[in-house]
């Protein structure tokens, strides 16, 4: 007889992890089913954020940044090193421990909520029964079993977009797994995408010694992100930190060598143009990953880009078949995958006691985006750009860094925070930062945002002196007109 549950996950990033979880606190009798295994061939928990995404760019991404704090910050402060260098394999393993640390903890926080984790690949399986519940089958190597659960949560997250031409091998031709997990730091490093991978981890090895240059086939920079923020990110990475950013550009040929890659591209203006690089990093979106997942077995609709098809709950087309995180609409980011795993958790209880108007759904319009480079890059809400667009009039109030006590002291300087803010009402439409700890700084906005607080609620709130936060204080007194300090 196969096992039963009331919920099966599959998928445990962190969307299913954190579905799974709750799912368990909420009294589900819970299955997880993941089929990750890191690079010594063993099962690890925490999908792509944990394994080889957020933890680990970011653990790099400090370490680098620590790097060159000492090389080249430390003497304005007076602190002299001598014989400052760098040890790669060192740093490697540091990321490596903090990975595991975290993906064995997960294991830890199944086994305290008896969440049954199930290593292996989820297949859904066409039900020929009395359709209570949902089939799944569960493959690993040569072990197959099937597992029965009357709900089924989908979080199977996403993987690098490919390019037919550059085919990754992890050697000369790098995804996110790869550019990772370098233990030598390329004399000159190649990156194709201009997007959030593209600029980590240009940031991580140009830190760390490389050349970077980066081809980015749209022709403006950034376009996520607002264009002022877009344009003073540009100015800064390319003439302070000495990135070589390309934009506009058509890839035509990569040729790999024993020692490097060829890139061959026509410029923004047509012009054939070569790139010869030690190491070559692809990163040019993510696609939702439906492979082998039986969605044809069931009749799961997938939409046109390959996105599990799902409404505003996350509910898919069938019954009490849930899917959340990257394979769904909207940001591909590991905190809008949780918060969704945790409403369908919540949704499910809500589904099973007749409550439909109980159903918790996620906002996606105040969901906060980072860019960890140095500066961070933060925001939350409508850019400039969008609001313009679609005709919506506002108000807007801005203040830099280099006028706050406390990023004079921490020799940060650079960027600024942008307050928009609804010309009739001024209820907060967007908050846009460039600088210094943003990306703990944002979450202010977030909050205010969700509490549809005015632009005057937060230029009325005490913020702690000297602390970052006052930017945005000014920023918010700065939509009236009537910032202090500039
Ligand atoms: P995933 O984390 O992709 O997890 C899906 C899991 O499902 C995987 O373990 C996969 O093996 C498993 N799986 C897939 N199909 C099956 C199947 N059929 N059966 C069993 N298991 C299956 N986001 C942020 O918010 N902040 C960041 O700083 C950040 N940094 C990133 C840096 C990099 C380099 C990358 C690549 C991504 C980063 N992201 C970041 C994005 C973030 O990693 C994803 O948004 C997040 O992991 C999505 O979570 P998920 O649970 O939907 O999917
Ligand atoms: P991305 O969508 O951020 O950027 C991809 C870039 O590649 C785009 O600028 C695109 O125009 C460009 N591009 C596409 N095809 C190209 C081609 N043929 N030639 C040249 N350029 C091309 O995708 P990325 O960087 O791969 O990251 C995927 C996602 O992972 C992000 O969108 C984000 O959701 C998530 N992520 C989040 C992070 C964070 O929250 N800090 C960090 C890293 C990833």
């Not at 060192?90 to 640390?101: E, F, L, P, Q």
């Not at 859904?124 to 040569?142: A, H, N, Q, T």
């Not at 905190?335 to 209880?349: C, M, N, T, W």
């Amino acid at each position: 007889m196969s096992q039963s549950f009331d919920v099966a996950v599959i998928g445990a990033g962190p969307g299913g992890y954190v579905a799974a979880i709750r799912c368990a606190q909420l009294g589900l009798n819970t299955a997880c089913i993941d089929e990750w295994k890191n690079s010594q061939g063993k099962a690890s928990l925490g999908g792509t954020c944990l394994n080889v995404g957020c933890i680990p760019s970011k653990a790099l991404l400090e370490s680098s940044e620590n790097y060159e704090r000492a090389a080249l910050k430390y003497s304005a402060h007076g602190i002299k090193i001598e014989g400052l260098s760098v040890d790669i394999p060192v740093m490697i393993s540091r990321k490596d421990k903090i990975v595991t640390a975290f993906t064995s903890g997960i294991a830890t926080l199944f086994k305290k909520n008896k969440i049954t984790s199930i290593h292996g690949r989820g297949t859904l399986v066409k039900d020929k029964g009395d359709k209570k519940s949902w089939k799944v089958k569960v493959m690993s190597g040569d072990k197959v079993e099937t597992i029965e659960a009357k709900y089924i949560i989908i979080a199977t997250g996403s993987t690098p977009r490919q390019l037919p031409f550059a085919i990754v091998d992890n050697e000369r031709i790098l995804d996110n797994e790869g550019a990772l997990a370098l233990v030598e730091v390329p004399k000159h490093l190649g990156i194709i995408g201009a997007g959030v991978i593209g600029l980590e981890m240009a940031s991580v090895w140009r830190r760390l010694g490389s050349k970077v240059t980066i081809l980015e086939s749209l022709p403006e920079f950034l376009t996520i992100v607002d264009e002022q923020v877009a344009k003073e990110a540009q100015k800064i990475f390319t003439r302070e930190l000495g990135l070589e950013i390309q934009i506009g550009i058509n890839i035509t040929a990569i040729k790999t060598g024993k020692k490097t890659v060829l890139v061959e591209y026509l410029d923004a203006q047509a012009k054939a143009q070569k790139l010869e690089v030690n190491q070559l990093i692809v990163s040019v979106g993510r696609v939702p990953n439906t492979a082998e997942l039986g969605a044809e077995n069931v009749g799961l609709r997938i939409d046109d880009g390959g996105r599990i098809e799902v409404d505003s709950y996350c509910r898919t087309n069938l019954p009490n078949v849930y899917a959340v995180g990257d394979v769904v609409r909207g940001p591909m980011l590991a905190h809008k995958a949780s918060e969704e795993g945790i409403a369908v958790a919540e949704s499910i209880i809500a589904n099973a006691a007749g409550q439909e108007r109980e159903l918790i759904k996620l906002n996606l319009d105040t969901i906060p985006w980072v860019i960890y480079t140095s500066p961070e890059i933060a925001w939350v809400g409508k850019t400039e750009q969008e609001l313009k667009t679609t005709g919506i009039r506002y108000k807007a109030g801005q203040f830099p860094f280099m006028a706050n006590g406390r990023a004079q002291s921490l020799g940060e300087t650079s960027g600024f925070v942008k307050v928009l803010a609804d010309a009739n009402t001024d209820r907060i439409l967007g908050v846009h930062m460039i600088g210094p700890y943003v990306s703990e700084m944002i979450s202010e906005a977030v909050v205010a945002m969700e509490f549809a607080a005015s632009s005057e609620d937060i230029a009325r709130i005490v913020h702690a002196h000297p602390s970052l936060s006052e930017v945005l204080h000014e920023a918010a007194l700065g939509v009236d007109k009537r910032a202090l300090h500039i």
